[in-house]
């Protein structure tokens, strides 16, 4: 699953935006899967459109929040301060 979200992933290349990521990792089960995860993190952090935020490890998994600060559309929605009527 982690593939979809990076740059070439189909999600990206469908023009699919995803603004949020809520995710939970369950505890890798072998040094295999532990990499892998280790990867997918690095990989967007060094891509540069997902921040992590909050991740917290609660007994068997690792619970992430990823925001997409890469996004136009994600940060007017999220980020900048709302339009004021004039």
Known sequence: MFKYFYEEGKLYQKNIVVCQINIEIHEPL?????????????????????A??????????????LFNFGEK????????????KT
Request: aromatic residues 12%; glycine residues 2%.
């Open 30 to 50: 072998n040094d295999d899967m532990k990499q892998q995860t280790h990867n997918f993190l690095v990989r967007l952090a060094k891509e540069g459109r997902y």
């Open 52 to 65: 992590v935020f909050r991740p917290a490890k609660l007994y068997q998994l690792l619970r992430i929040y």
């Open 73 to 84: 559309i994600c940060m007017d929605k999220y980020v900048s301060p709302p339009k004021t």
